[in-house]
């Protein structure tokens, strides 16, 4: 018998399991990979590589916009951050983003959403505005 090794993790394997961690069922493993994703939007290089995920991290941030503050401030944060390059701020309006924000600015998020300040929504407000489709949706 031949005797393979197990290939090693590749980066793209390790944000494919941190962004899995966003959706998980307890609350602090959510809040522990939204400060995690939100640490690497702290580099060019940590966006770059978020942003090649982001048909699968954008929709699972916005998700986090109505949770606690321990989950929704560093995941409205990196939003905020990745929502900067204009590849994710268009796609991230596709996703629901101008929507989302307005929801919360406008209270409609009720009382669970405590935790998501007014700056860190009109941050991701005026990154997705800068694209086409974003004044479009905001402008309904």
Known sequence: PVCRLARPATMADELDELIQFLGASRADARAQAAEIVQGLTGS???????A??????????????GAPAAESRPATTALVNLTGASDVATLAVEKGAVERAMQFLRGAGGEENKGCPADLLLGVL??????????????Q
């Open 126 to 139: 005026v990154n997705v505005t800068n694209t086409e489709g974003g004044v479009h949706v905001f402008a």
């Open 52 to 65: 090649s995920k982001a048909e699968t991290l954008i929709p699972k941030l916005l998700h986090l916009m």
């Open 44 to 50: 060019d290089d940590g966006i770059a590589q978020l």
